[in-house]
């Protein structure tokens, strides 16, 4: 029972904090604001591009070192 009380609270503060809504006091320049966009743009488009054209050989990285490790820990426990 603690632990549902527990969730439904940390539920609520969740809640609390994204639908609450508080005055920014922030004011961004349209000129500055579409410089930013411009800059980021770019660099997401080449992060996404990087990520798909490794995609396979950090896939296979990883699947030899998780088989690596897999190996040590199957021969230890015999």
Wanted: proline share 4%; charged share 15%.
């Amino acid at each position: 029972m603690n632990t549902r009380v527990a969730k439904n609270r940390a539920m609520f503060l969740v809640l609390l904090c994204v639908f609450l809504a508080t005055p920014a006091y922030a004011y961004i320049d349209p000129n500055t604001q579409g410089l930013i966009t411009q800059s980021l743009t770019p660099l997401f488009v080449i992060a996404s591009t990087v990520l798909i054209f490794f995609r396979d050989k950090a896939m296979s990285a990883f699947h030899w070192l998780s088989r690596c490790l897999g190996r040590r820990t199957d021969g230890a426990a015999e």
